[in-house]
């Protein structure tokens, strides 16, 4: 970026770094006197105020004491690295939408290289200008209040972003007559350079510009001599275009340790929402959220979950924070949090004309995260049917059905099959049989009673009509604890119940654990 | 729709339509396909299926075919390619005698809550969420949480209305109230053995009786047989193809010829015995 007429840069700047990533996770405080400090107990210093602050008098650079003896009601928080990394990192992003082109520059800076970037606002008057209110209205929707500067350096589009009315665009070759009439201090000279100039009487960028280069480069040295050339819209600077990082992170330090989970969620609650909107400004989902806790007084509580299906709805995400901490909840005070979201593209489900329609994916996720914070997740899944042949085996697995076919089938015509009813657990009964004392094999139930029916167990007792078997059913013969040797009957007792019982061959006893319906 | 084209002539204009206004157009019942369970009887007594967007009430004792029909309804929803969730109150499905129905249990959401007041938010949840079939199966008393109260009931139907889901609940008694937009009753009529007297019997099926005690799109009262067959006494005696028998049992580790379910078959295939209601009688037992 050498000042060249054809190359425009873009200057996006949060002012008020600290104060704007502290309001943004504490909005509530936009009203109050708030400063925001640097350093720790008395040594503690004023780095940023809001404005109700700054018209009661405080500064940048007081102390918490002289500040409070301003305004006995202040506000003070301290700055948040958390805070304010992820607002450097959501400016940068609204940067993205503007242009392929971005450079990661100083706190609250970043410069857009808008080569080729305007071209869809052909249809006004003054691209630019709209290319630049359209930035704005992002920032501010991604709770960034951004100053905007548009000329053809870097130094002079910073320059830009720091005058009102903002958004100011430098018009292309201008960048010298914008400058000019600017104090010296824009320039951030040395104190060394400032002083000798201030000694030479030179006050403005338009003075500086005006001295003959060769004078400036044998008096000043090098220094001078690149300051020189800025004062006169020369910016030697490259734009240093950045890599997006692979995750979008948030988080925030708390005022106070936080022990109460439902504290906690609503304050990550407007966290999650902001990660939510920057996903969606991606085009992207999140596919698996990292929870990091910082606990009190030291110490970190990790927690990793990956989604059934990639999504951006909040509500999803804090149910299954809510569901995590519930499970695991980190045994100390919350200190402050920090959220990283691993984007994936979101899947859409295909219409179809033919086939059964199928659930979007991240409604389907949606509705499995609030079943798993209603019920576990051990009580919802797709069941699977594990090897061997006890009836009351299942397995849980995690539900993703596989997508419908394009044109659907006809409806089988089923045979009405009869099923039986699994009793989870099985019902110990009381058995009369025809057999004799000491020898039960084979010999056939007469009449059952379930003798002491537990709390929701079914009540089960009469004289057998019918008695059907007995199968065999052995497994496991080898294991000590899953072994099983039943024999099986199927009894239909005088009332019409008709229920699957087995005798337990290794103790006698019995049990039903089946019910025909 | 016929303003965005103003060139054509105002015949054809006149017959163009948005998708919007195409589907207002359609009747109600081209809409809302019907969710057949695949039971000819019970599709004949819902007319055609389960109506989608509303609730159905299946009452059934013990022993009344009720979960066989609940399966019968989830194989063939599946078959055709839709998702289903099944709430499960009792916590009695068996996934291998599922898999044995050929139910694809890779589309079906199994749902195991532990009360009543559970088994109505996740039907809710899973109403909301565009579940096309969800059935609520409250098993054999003493259902844990009792009825619940009517305005649950009302809540889910209003789900299911706006979600455009079926819900189908299974319940040994009345529990819907006036939610439910039809309402069958199951009765046990005899369980059928195969083998009389003495000899060994061979469990073969189930007759019940199905009554439609309620419907909102006929009002009148009608009634149905339904025969519900045995998995063995479908293998052996209805399809004549299959030759292994169920697996259920024979663990394959016998050690008595002749008791395993394979051995038991084996010899009673020469009797040639009819399909007989038990009688009671001196040699019932």
């Known amino acids: 970026m050498s000042g060249d007429s054809s190359d425009r840069i873009a200057c996006l700047r949060v002012p008020l770094f600290p104060l704007a990533a502290r309001l943004r996770c504490e909005p509530e405080l936009h009203s109050e006197a708030l400063v925001i400090l640097q350093g720790k107990a008395s040594a503690a210093r004023v780095v940023a105020a809001s404005r109700r602050a700054r018209k009661g008098g405080i500064r940048p650079g007081m102390t918490l004491a002289q500040a409070r003896a301003l305004i006995p009601e202040l506000a003070t928080r301290p700055r948040d690295p958390e805070a304010e990394a992820a607002l450097q990192e959501t400016l940068l992003e609204v940067g993205e939408t503007a242009s392929p082109r971005v450079e990661n520059a100083d706190e609250g800076v970043a410069y857009l290289d808008l080569a080729g970037c305007t071209a869809r606002f052909f249809s006004s008057e003054a691209p630019e200008e709209a290319l630049a209110r359209e930035l704005r209205r992002s920032a501010e929707e991604a709770s960034a209040p951004t100053w905007i500067g548009i000329a053809g350096s870097k130094l002079a589009a910073r320059v830009a972003a720091t005058v009102t009315p903002t958004p100011h665009v430098v018009p292309p070759g201008e960048d010298a007559e914008f400058l000019a009439p600017l104090p010296l201090s824009r320039l951030d000279p040395e104190v060394e350079v400032a002083e000798t100039l201030r000694r030479w009487g030179i006050r403005s960028i338009g003075d500086f510009a005006r001295l003959p280069p060769s004078q400036v480069g044998s008096r000043l040295g090098e220094t001078g001599r690149h300051l020189h050339a800025r004062a006169r819209g020369i910016d030697s600077r490259p734009l240093v275009a950045r890599c997006p990082p692979p995750e979008i992170r948030e988080g925030m330090t708390l005022e106070w340790p936080l022990v109460s989970l439902e504290p906690f969620l609503f304050t990550v609650r407007s966290t999650v929402e902001r990660l939510c909107h920057r996903l969606e400004r991606a085009g992207l989902a999140c596919t698996r959220l990292e929870l990091t806790l910082v606990l009190e007084p030291d110490g970190f509580h990790e927690r990793s979950f990956t989604l059934p299906a990639p999504t951006r709805e909040a509500e999803i995400l804090l149910t299954l924070l809510r569901l995590e901490l519930e499970e695991d909840p980190p045994g100390a005070p919350v200190a402050g949090f920090r959220l990283l979201a691993h984007p994936d593209r979101p899947r859409s489900s295909q219409l179809t004309l033919f086939g059964p329609s199928e659930i979007p994916p991240d409604r389907l996720a949606s509705t499995l995260a609030r079943l798993f914070a209603l019920l576990g997740r051990d009580r919802v899944g797709a069941p699977r049917a594990p090897d061997g042949h006890r009836p009351e085996r299942f397995e849980l697995v995690d539900y993703s059905p596989p997508p419908p076919p394009e044109v659907r089938p006809e409806a089988p015509g089923a045979r009405g099959y009869l099923t039986v009813r699994t009793l989870r657990p099985p019902v110990a009964l009381e058995v009369i049989t025809t057999a004799r004392h000491g020898d039960e094999e084979g010999q056939r139930p007469l009449r059952i009673r379930a003798p002491a029916p537990g709390k929701g167990a079914p009540r089960i007792e009469g004289p057998v009509r019918v008695a059907s078997g007995p199968w065999e059913l052995e497994e496991e013969w080898w294991s000590r604890e899953g072994a099983v040797d039943r024999e099986y009957w199927d009894v239909e007792l005088e009332d019409g119940d008709v229920y699957r019982i087995y005798r337990d061959r290794r103790d006698g006893e019995w049990f039903a654990d089946g019910m025909y319906d | 729709m016929a303003s965005a084209l103003p060139d054509l002539p105002s015949d054809l204009r006149n017959r163009l339509t948005t998708g919007r206004e195409m589907a207002r157009r359609q009747p109600a019942s081209v809409q809302r396909e019907a969710l057949a369970t695949g039971l000819e009887p019970l599709d004949r007594l819902l007319l055609g ?72 938010s996740a039907a809710e949840i899973l109403l909301s969420g565009r579940f096309p079939l969800v059935v ?34 299974s319940s040994p008694y009345r529990v819907t109230g006036s939610n439910a937009s039809e309402v069958l009753e199951l009765h046990r009529g005899s369980f059928l053995w195969r083998g009389t007297g003495s000899r060994p019997r061979l469990g073969a099926g189930l007759e019940i009786r199905v009554e439609r005690r309620k419907s909102r799109r006929e009002p009148q009262e009608a009634r149905a047989r339904l025969r519900l067959w045995s998995e063995e006494e479908a293998a052996y005696y209805l399809d004549g193809s299959k030759t292994d028998p169920s697996p259920e049992l024979d663990s394959g580790t016998d050690r008595r010829p002749g008791s395993s379910l394979l051995g038991s078959l084996r010899s009673r295939r020469d009797t040639r015995d009819s399909l007989l209601p038990h009688r009671k009688g ?3 037992a």
């Open chain 2, 282 to 284: 001196p040699d019932s």
């Open chain 2, 136 to 169: 609520l199966d409250l098993g054999i008393p003493p259902i844990p949480g009792g009825r619940g109260r009517e305005a649950s009931w009302r809540r889910l139907a209003r789900a299911a209305r706006r979600g455009g889901g079926s819900l189908l609940v």
């Open chain 2, 49 to 120: 299926g389960l109506p989608r967007g509303e609730v159905v009430e299946m009452r059934g004792a013990r022993s009344s075919g009720r979960f066989s029909c609940v399966l019968a309804l989830l194989g063939t929803v599946l078959a055709t390619g839709e998702v289903a969730a099944l709430i499960d109150l009792g916590d009695q499905l068996s996934p291998s005698r599922a898999r044995r129905r050929e139910i694809d249990l890779e589309r079906l959401l199994w749902i195991r809550p532990r009360d009543l007041r559970e088994a109505l």
